[in-house]
């Protein structure tokens, strides 16, 4: 079992950054494909960025393409979410995710979640 815990999340304006940070415990973070979700409210859970077990290869919604990364650092047991020009529509909870798969896209394929952080940008 791994625990996730998000942080990072708060308020930026269009056009602004932010990095979000997911801290994993518990079984060997390796062991774990990764993934960042989000929901904003009245929508469903939808995919933004997942990353390899290794890191060695990722996935991105179109949303997140050309503007986010996803990254870990292995010996930090972390994962992180880079988000650059960010986009009112951006504005969602943001969750950190874990999946015995190298990688996933869906939600049904991840085990662990976090509880999740806000991330909200004024226009």
């Known amino acids: 079992q791994v625990q996730l815990v998000e942080s990072g999340g708060g308020l930026v304006q269009a056009g602004g950054s932010m990095r979000l940070s997911c801290a994993a415990s518990?079984?060997?973070?390796?062991?774990?494909?990764m993934g960042w979700f989000r929901q904003a409210p009245g929508k469903e859970r939808e995919f933004v960025a997942a990353i390899s077990k290794s890191g060695a290869n990722t996935v991105y919604a179109d949303s997140a393409k050309a503007r986010f990364t996803i990254s870990r650092d292995n010996a930090k047991n972390t994962v992180y979410l880079q988000m650059n020009s960010l986009k009112p529509e951006d504005t969602a909870v943001y969750y950190c995710?874990?999946?015995?798969?190298?990688?996933?896209?869906?939600?049904?394929?991840?085990?662990?979640w976090g509880q999740g952080t806000q991330v909200t940008v004024s226009s």
């Open positions: 518990g079984r060997t973070f390796t062991s774990y494909g």
């Open positions: 995710a874990a999946t015995t798969l190298w990688i996933g896209v869906r939600p049904p394929q991840y085990d662990y």
